[in-house]
């Protein structure tokens, strides 16, 4: 999900040898009037980056910077490598507390946590917008997911088990038991700085394990004023505050969550050349691991589609957010006898779009989250014309403060061109021009990643197709609606190089458990399975 090829990188800018007198004080951010709503968080010129019932943070003090103007908005002090040391031995020893509170009661504590981020929802999407660069409405809706996935796991919290299952036996009787894996360690992305975690989070906490949190190095204001609202809950609970833990840091804290033996399952969110190093170190200690990495999503358009519905839907998932969900469509696939017609559609409706500062309710499209960005933003471009791109619209830098280009439209590419099967974090639509279904099919699972799929169409049978063994290979696919956007009930993910992960809704829950099958005899005789017999 984040485009970056270091592990666990870093956007905030390091000053080793002025330290945290590097930023002025006078020029924060949060010393100014205007923001002073981050008070409201917690949030002052310098801020912890630990927390494992008490708050702290040893490590090299860094400075987070607003993407829609490059000013730095706080400082905080991430984990020293002793600090996460003491962290995870925190955790577990919150987790012998946590695990026998039942799971009714671990629901009611996830319910006030929902309840106390329902109260700061407005304050905490602002930051999301001022910090990582999207809108404020998607902000206050990533809280919202956070709260949703609160009250669905409540409910869950009531339902977790397994099935008795008959046995072939006399007198005994086959169960399966879903106990807790310990300490579930969660490394999220930049682009959604809150809702990833909750749906983690939430979901963990109801099953009976502890938490380990370690946010994206860019946006670790964010972790640090959730963090505050989930730790004043447990601690009006009479909980250790190490239940949900928190180190920001950068590649040693990540590096070290992977390696740790103790971590009983990651959760990794980002990029899948990044999440393909988690998942050696993982596997290399045959630990347990869920990635939800990259997407290059496609919305498929058949003739018979209703483009009103079409056009606002490829608008908002290709621009929304910049351009930077896991989710966004990168590929617009239109079918010959439409295609002329929707890309002036979509063409008109970009230049419509209403750009500017992310708090601001009226603006719909914001800026990319960091410098490096706009640099991927102009390789892909160059490299789309290179390899017989047309552009439609945009393609150029925008003349104002912080990270903002003009969202792109690329048209002319062949279905296989490399630049179209490379997922690039940024608000680029390549637009390509097919003519039968099975076409269509294929140009949509031959890239590697296999996230989110939709198509548009009215004929039933084509959906079927679709949805069937020979359609859509992704972990989500739609009919008649974009391909971001996805609901809190459903599990959420993708297969191939997305990683085959699965949070949130459905089933997934079972990821953060491990399973026995126990078998009990009641009786006083004691027959073998399969009619063996052993005398």
Known sequence: MWRVARLFAVRIKLSPSVGAAAVNMSTLLVNRPQYSWLRELGLSEDNDGVYNGSWGGQGQVVTSYCPANNEPIARVRPATMA?????????????????????????????????????????????????????????????????????????????IGGPIL??????????????????????????????????????????GNVCLWKGAPTTPLTSVAVTRIVAEVLERNHLPGAICSMTCGGADIGTAMAKDERVGLLSFTGSTQVGKQVAMMVQERFGRQLLELGGNNAIIVFEDADLNLVVPSAVFASVGTAGQRCTTTRRLMLHESVHDDVVERIAKAYKQIRIGDPWDRNTLYGPLHTKQAVQQYLAAIEQAKQQGGTLVCGGKIMDRPGNYVEPTIITGLPHDAPIVHTETFVPILYVLKFKTEDEAFAWNNEVKQGLSSSIFTKDM???????????????????????????IGGAFGGEKHTGGGRESGSDSWKQYMRRSTCTINYSKDLPLAQGIKFE
């Open 83 to 159: 600090e996460y040391e003491e962290t995870v031995q925190k955790a577990q020893e919150a987790w012998k507390v946590w695990a026998d509170v039942p799971a009714p009661k671990r629901g009611e504590v996830v319910r006030q946590i929902g309840d106390a981020l329902r109260g700061k929802i407005k304050a905490l999407g602002s930051l999301v917008s001022l910090e990582m660069g999207k809108i404020y409405v998607e902000g206050v809706g990533e809280v919202q997911e956070y709260v949703d996935v609160c009250d669905y796991a409540v409910g869950l919290s009531r339902m």
């Open 166 to 207: 008959p046995s072939e036996r006399p007198g005994h009787a086959l169960i399966e038991q879903w106990n807790p894996v310990g300490l579930v360690g969660v490394i999220t992305a930049f682009n959604f700085p809150v809702a990833v975690y909750g749906w983690n989070n939430a979901i963990a906490l109801i099953c």
């Open 461 to 487: 049978g084509r959906v079927f197709r679709w949805l069937g063994p020979k359609g859509s290979d992704c972990g989500i696919v739609n009919v008649n609606i974009p391909t971001s956007g996805a609901e």
